[in-house]
Structures are given as structure tokens and as C-alpha cells.
């Protein structure tokens, strides 16, 4: 692949919240290519993306799946990504690799929960988006109340492109209004195009109108040209948008029902048109012997990708790479630039969900599966050899559920070790650890669901028996108020050289994270002791007070201490700082932490009473209630620890009607639990 023909690759992720139609969006886009020959549906447990029998059985995407199909001369690299807020992960390591996004809404709902947390993390990492309002078919779909909630909750500028033609049940097709023509397909999926319906033509103007006034107060170009000829041309919205879009200064708006086939040659049109190619994006960039380079998307290029999935099996590696630039075969040698080892690469695989293709070769731009890398890691650089280049890793969210696990079988304690291990190395947002007072397994993970899907899959690919057992939220401790000069004085002797080090603390509090400053002057402490003690302070933050839980929210100032000419070491600074946090933190008052979460519940109105008083026995704090049609959607925050098994719960109250989600808020302070502190020595 020549550098100018990398203008016809996009690589995209499908974003939404659960049950926004996500993976039917995906199943419609390789039916409408012609990648796929049937329509699969997500009911029935036929779709291309959800291969995997657990998510054929809940009904949800649980890992991200890649796909490659092609459009109009253009190759398109699909990543079908989870909605579910226990897989957010997927979600964040699936963004780290992409150039652009659809985000698809519920016509119905709109913005929801998750929609508005992926949205974010795409802001996080720069990818421009457009939208899809799916569902229009749908009793109470409406499009400009979706776009209305893209305005208000995701604060961007929507620029609506089409018009749709009829609504609910009668939804048929829409205007393209750049080039005011319409769309309509019919009961079996086939569309045909042509102009406007006499009674959508004035609406369809005024609503041409509005774009071209939106784009003219975003962009010089259309502007210019609005302000002589007093409208914009088609040819000039599509440039103008396209730049919007990568520059996230706008969001396209475009709409349909994948259910229906209605919208997705439409929607595949404005991903190519709108969503930028590997050269559209900035070089990535990384270190190189520890100063920072670029690396443009160019196959000819030094060989540099990121892996950022692995799928790790009882036959062997399946390792997801992102190629950013270069080239790289099948049989060539790659450094790990993390580690410095290097590796084979024994075979390259272009990717449609469970299915491959063996190719010769990947290039700058590509997104492939590779077979032969024995110790990469998600987040792993993969590089030439003679150009060795380090990217950043997707970052890793903190787990905050954990469970204990053991194996029933009396001589499956082997074989259940080396499971966790393998699950570990897929999805980095579950940890293993032994607990040191019990001696259990500890497998801890995102959320209830994100644990019962990683125990069922242990179950099924090995065999095993696994008992489990409750959940147990991570709780962390933060300082309420510090103490300020706290002095602490190590000295060790035990013949030969001795240690020495004198340190004096300040510690408060603070918003969240950790801070370390020194105010010493004078060279009372040298630098490299400095910094010793603040290895030790973070040495120190493993286990707090309360209840030997992580420590976060707290400053820490080195404001004075001493050293001995012959007896002071970044060892003995290192344990003075460890030692001295630790009788700090037992001086200052300190409170528990626990895991919140935001839950939004959709009920009917009749039933809206008794789930409000649930949630406030469940120490739920009520953030707003609104009606829409016949039901009530209740938004509050949770503590975690509370919504194990709250689905059961509201089945019950709601004969089964009632449906919420969740999404992480943070952490809050557990009532009444805090410490008096104590008087520093």
C-alpha cells in the first residue's frame, strides 16, 4: 500500500450504551458491503461481532471485536465495542487504536449514561465522531430530541444532515440535506434515491438553511462563501464538515433503524466523507532513548505498532496489533521495545470477528492479529529492531470488585492458576492476588458482571469447578484533616555501617491522588535522599490505617530533616519516609472510601414510589426523576456495595418491567466510619 492510498482507509469503532444497537449497526455494515451474505441478529445469537457463546447467551457485547469490510474503494476497520460500563476497559483500550468513531444513540432515549462516559473518553484521546440515531422506528423516537440531548449533555454542536421521512412505525427514509435529495428504502432493506416528498421540501429548506448557518459560524470557508452567495454548496458542506469533524469543533448527525436496514449506506457514506484516514491524524508519538519522535503513517517508514488486545488460548496467541507506521511480514524479527527482546512474527491475519484471512504483510494504518509473540502484553510497542521507538500503553482502570475463587476439585489448584493467569494477560483490568491473612484467591474486576462473565469463561474453557464467593467492593482511605510537623527519626545499628535518617512531614489533604513536595533548604537533605523519601511515602500508601486498604487524597511536604556523614542511605531516607507516613497518616483523621455509582432506572409510573424508596434504603442519593411517555427514569447514585443484586430486586418491585444501568462515579465517604487520629510523637 502506497502512502496516497492511505487516504482510503478508516479505521472506527462503534460507541454507544448498552442495547443502543451497536452490534446491529456492525452486523448491517457487513451485510450492506457485502462482507457477510445474511443479516445476523443479536436475538437470535447470529451476529458476526458476538461470537463468543456468553454473549450469545446474555445478549450484549462483552469484548471488543475487530472486522474489516470495504465501501466505495475504501477499506474500513471496524472495532464493535462493548456498551456495558464493566467493560469500559475494552472500551478505553479499543480507543487508544482508532482514528475515528460512530456513536450510535437510541432514538428513544437519546444520550444515556454510558453514551455520555464513552463520549468522554473519546474526548480523552482526540477521536473525531460522528452520530447515528438508531431506533427510529420505535414508539417515541424522535430525532430532534435525541440531537437535543447530544447538545446539552455531550456540549457539542450537532450538525443534523438529514431529515427523516416519516416517524415511528411509518420512518421510511430520510433527506440528505447537503444534496437535497431522498432516500427510501423498503421492507427488504434495498433503497433508491430521489427528490425531495412536495410535503417535506419547505421543512427540508429550513432545515438546509440552519446547517449552512451553523457551518458558516464554525468555518471561514463556508463562511466566505455564505456571505457571497448567500447559501453553500454541497461540495463545500462536505469539506467544511469533514474539517468539523476532525477537529471535533461539530458532530454529524445522521439517522436510521439498523433493524430495519434503513440509514446504513447513508451512515457508511458519512463515516468515508467526515472521518479522517491514518494520514489525517496527528504522528504518533513515543520515546526513543528517552527523548520524544514522531512517526508518521507512512509504510515505508521504521516498523513501529501498539498491541492492544491479546487473546490468549489453549492452542496458542492471538495477539491485535495497530501498525503505525512501516511495514512488517510474516517471518520478520520485531523488538519489544518495552522489555528489549524481540520476537517472531509467524503469521498475519486480517480479522472478521472469530474468522481470518491470512495476508503477506501489514502496513501503516492497518489493524491485524498476528501469530508467533510468546511474551507480549497488551500495551506492548512492537518495533524495527534498528529503530526502536516506546509508545504509551492504554491506560488501566483500578479494579473495584473483587471476589475469592477456588477450585472444588482437590487437584484442580494447578490448573485453576494457570486459568486466572490466562484470563489476566487477555483483559488487564482483572487482578490476581493472594490474600495474605487468608491465604484465598483473590480475582478482582469492574463490576458484578465483569467477575460472573470471567469465572463462566474459566468454567467453560477448562472444565472446572469454580466456587465463589460474595462480593467485596475495594475501599481506599483518604485524609479528612493532616498534621503538620510531624518528626520522625530513624536510626538502625547492628554493626557495620548503621542507618540514619531524619525527616519532618507535613501531610493534608487533597482532592484526589498524590502529591510530594520539599520545601528543605540549605541541603539539609540532598536530592537523591529526596527522592528516596518519597519512594518510601508511596511505599506507604499500599495500606492505611483503618483498614489496610490504599491510601489517595493526600499532599505530603518534606520540610525539613537531618543526615550522618557516614550512616545515611537512599535506603535508610526510603524506610524513614515509609515509616514516618505511616505514624502520619495514624496522627491525621482519616475517613473510609467506598466505591459509587451512578444508576439510572427506567420504571412505569405506577411503580416509580416504592423503587424511590428502595433507593434511599439502599442509601441511594436521588439526582432527578423526569417523565417520558408512561415511564419514569430515576437518576441517583449508589454505593456499589448496594446494587449486588439490585436486578432481582427491581424485577420484583416492577413485575419484571423496571431496567436500569450503571455507570462508575467515583468514590464517597462511608458514613461514620473515620478515624479520631492521633497525637504525633
Same mark, same amino acid.
Not at 472495532?79 to 444513540?105: K, N
Not at 525527616?503 to 533548604?521: Q, W
Given at each position: ?6 487516504n482510503?482507509?478508516?479505521?472506527l469503532?462503534?460507541?454507544a450504551?448498552?442495547?443502543a444497537?451497536?452490534?446491529?449497526v456492525?452486523?448491517?455494515i457487513?451485510?450492506v458491503?457485502g462482507?457477510?451474505?445474511?443479516r445476523?441478529e443479536?436475538h437470535?445469537?447470529?451476529t ?5 457463546p456468553?454473549e450469545?447467551d446474555?445478549?450484549?457485547t462483552?469484548?471488543a ?7 466505495d474503494g ?25 482514528d475515528?468513531?460512530?456513536a ?20 480523552r484521546?482526540?477521536?473525531p465522531r ?11 423516537a ?7 440531548s ?19 412505525d411509518?420512518?421510511?427514509g430520510v433527506?440528505d ?8 428504502w ?8 430521489g427528490p425531495?416528498p ?9 432545515r438546509?438553511?440552519l446547517?449552512?448557518e451553523?457551518v458558516?459560524e ?6 466566505e ?13 462536505t469539506s ?57 503513517a507512512d509504510?515505508a ?7 492492544f488486545?491479546?487473546?490468549a ?6 495477539t491485535?496489533?495497530?501498525?503505525y ?13 518495552g522489555?528489549?527482546r ?7 491475519l486480517?480479522v472478521?470477528?472469530?474468522r ?6 501489514a502496513?501503516?494504518?492497518d489493524?491485524v ?14 518495533c524495527?529492531?534498528?529503530?526502536p ?5 492504554p491506560?488501566?482502570t ?7 475463587v ?5 487437584g484442580d ?8 493467569a490466562r484470563?489476566v494477560?487477555?483483559d488487564?483490568?482483572l ?5 495474605? $491473612?487468608?491465604?484465598? @484467591? &483473590?480475582l478482582? =474486576?469492574?463490576?458484578?458482571l465483569?467477575?460472573e462473565?470471567a %469465572? #463462566?469463561?474459566?468454567? /467453560? ?7 465463589v ?7 481506599r ?5 493532616g498534621?503538620?510537623?510531624l518528626?520522625?527519626?530513624?536510626v ?17 489533604p487533597?482532592?484526589?491522588?498524590? $502529591?510530594?513536595?520539599? @520545601? &528543605?533548604?540549605g =541541603?539539609?537533605?540532598?536530592r537523591?535522599?529526596?527522592?528516596? %523519601? #518519597?519512594?518510601?511515602? /508511596?511505599?506507604?500508601?499500599?495500606d492505611?490505617?483503618?483498614g489496610?486498604?490504599?491510601v ?21 531516607f526510603?524506610?524513614a ?15 473510609l472510601?467506598?466505591?459509587v ?11 416509580a414510589?416504592? %423503587?424511590l ?13 423526569s ?7 430515576i ?22 418491567r ?24
Amino acid at each position: 500500500m502506497r502512502t496516497d492510498q492511505l487516504n482510503n482507509v478508516r479505521n472506527l469503532g462503534i460507541l454507544a450504551h448498552v442495547d443502543a444497537g451497536k452490534t446491529t449497526v456492525t452486523e448491517r455494515i457487513l451485510y450492506v458491503t457485502g462482507t457477510t451474505h445474511k443479516r445476523g441478529e443479536v436475538h437470535d445469537g447470529t451476529t458476526v461481532t458476538d461470537f463468543d457463546p456468553q454473549e450469545r447467551d446474555r445478549g450484549i457485547t462483552i469484548f471488543a471485536a475487530a472486522v474489516s469490510c470495504v465501501w466505495d474503494g475504501h477499506r474500513i476497520n471496524l472495532l464493535d465495542t462493548p456498551g456495558h460500563v464493566d467493560f469500559s476497559d475494552e472500551v478505553e483500550r479499543s480507543l487508544r487504536v482508532l482514528d475515528g468513531a460512530i456513536a450510535v444513540f437510541d432514538g428513544v432515549a437519546g444520550v444515556e449514561p454510558q453514551s455520555e462516559a464513552v463520549w468522554r473518553r473519546a474526548d480523552r484521546h482526540g477521536v473525531p465522531r460522528i452520530a447515528f440515531v438508531n431506533k427510529l422506528d420505535r414508539a417515541g423516537a424522535d430525532l430532534d430530541t435525541a440531537v437535543e440531548s447530544i447538545r446539552a449533555r455531550l456540549h457539542g454542536t450537532p450538525l443534523v444532515v438529514q431529515l427523516p421521512i416519516g416517524r415511528e412505525d411509518t420512518f421510511t427514509g430520510v433527506v440528505d440535506l447537503p444534496r437535497m435529495r431522498a432516500l427510501l428504502w423498503d421492507d427488504d432493506g434495498a433503497f433508491t434515491e430521489g427528490p425531495v416528498p412536495e410535503p417535506l421540501l419547505e421543512e427540508a429548506l429550513r432545515r438546509r438553511r440552519l446547517l449552512e448557518e451553523t457551518v458558516a459560524e464554525l468555518h471561514p470557508v463556508a463562511l466566505e462563501e455564505f456571505c457571497a452567495e448567500s447559501a453553500i454548496s454541497a461540495q463545500t458542506l462536505t469539506s467544511v464538515l469533514r474539517d468539523l469533524t476532525r477537529t471535533g469543533e461539530g458532530v454529524v448527525v445522521v439517522c436510521g433503524s439498523a433493524y430495519r436496514d434503513r440509514g446504513i449506506e447513508p451512515l457508511l457514506d458519512a463515516a468515508v466523507a467526515y472521518l479522517p484516514s491514518p494520514l489525517d491524524v496527528p504522528a504518533v508519538r513515543g520515546v526513543q532513548d528517552g527523548s520524544p519522535q514522531e512517526r508518521a503513517a507512512d509504510p515505508a517508514a521504521p516498523f513501529s505498532a501498539l498491541v492492544f488486545k491479546v487473546n490468549a488460548t489453549a492452542t496458542g496467541r492471538l495477539t491485535y496489533v495497530r501498525v503505525y507506521s512501516g511495514t512488517v511480514r510474516k517471518g520478520d524479527t520485531v523488538l519489544d521495545a518495552g522489555t528489549g527482546r524481540t520476537e517472531r512474527i509467524g503469521r498475519i491475519l486480517r480479522v472478521r470477528a472469530d474468522r481470518h484471512t491470512e495476508v503477506d504483510r501489514a502496513v501503516a494504518g492497518d489493524i491485524v492479529a498476528v501469530v508467533g509473540l510468546k511474551t507480549s502484553r497488551t500495551g506492548t510497542t512492537l518495533c524495527a529492531p534498528s529503530a526502536p521507538l516506546l509508545l504509551e500503553p492504554p491506560a488501566a482502570t483500578d479494579p473495584v470488585v473483587s471476589v475469592a475463587v477456588e477450585a472444588r476439585g482437590g487437584g484442580d489448584a494447578d490448573r485453576l492458576a494457570t486459568a486466572l493467569a490466562r484470563l489476566v494477560e487477555e483483559d488487564p483490568s482483572l487482578t490476581v492476588r493472594t490474600d495474605a $491473612e487468608t491465604g484465598q @484467591t &483473590v480475582l478482582s =474486576g469492574m463490576g458484578e458482571l465483569h467477575l460472573e462473565v470471567a %469465572v #463462566e469463561k474459566i468454567r /467453560r474453557a477448562n472444565g472446572l469447578e469454580v466456587g465463589v464467593g460474595r462480593p467485596q467492593v475495594a475501599h481506599r482511605e483518604t485524609v479528612a484533616s493532616g498534621v503538620s510537623g510531624l518528626l520522625y527519626r530513624h536510626v538502625k545499628q547492628d554493626g557495620g555501617a548503621g542507618q540514619f535518617a531524619h525527616v519532618v512531614l507535613d501531610v493534608g489533604p487533597l482532592e484526589a491522588g498524590f $502529591e510530594f513536595h520539599s @520545601t &528543605v533548604t540549605g =541541603g539539609r537533605v540532598p536530592r537523591e535522599y529526596v527522592r528516596a %523519601v #518519597e519512594a518510601g511515602c /508511596r511505599d506507604a500508601l499500599a495500606d492505611g490505617p483503618l483498614g489496610g486498604h490504599p491510601v489517595t487524597g493526600l499532599r505530603v511536604t518534606l520540610t525539613d530533616g537531618a543526615t550522618h556523614p557516614k550512616d545515611s542511605s537512599e535506603l535508610a531516607f526510603r524506610a524513614a519516609g515509609r515509616l514516618a507516613l505511616r505514624e502520619a497518616l495514624r496522627a491525621c483523621r482519616m475517613v473510609l472510601l467506598e466505591p459509587v455509582v451512578e444508576v439510572t432506572v427506567v420504571v412505569p409510573g405506577e411503580t416509580a414510589g416504592g %423503587v424511590l424508596g428502595d433507593l434511599a434504603a439502599r442509601r441511594g442519593r436521588i439526582l432527578d426523576t423526569s417523565a417520558r411517555t408512561d415511564t419514569v427514569v430515576i437518576t441517583a447514585t449508589v454505593p456499589l456495595a448496594e446494587v449486588f443484586g439490585y436486578a432481582t430486586r427491581l424485577r420484583g418491585r416492577t413485575q419484571g418491567r423496571g431496567t436500569f444501568t450503571t455507570r462508575t462515579a467515583g468514590y464517597a465517604p462511608v458514613p461514620g466510619v473515620a478515624s479520631a487520629g492521633e497525637p504525633s510523637r
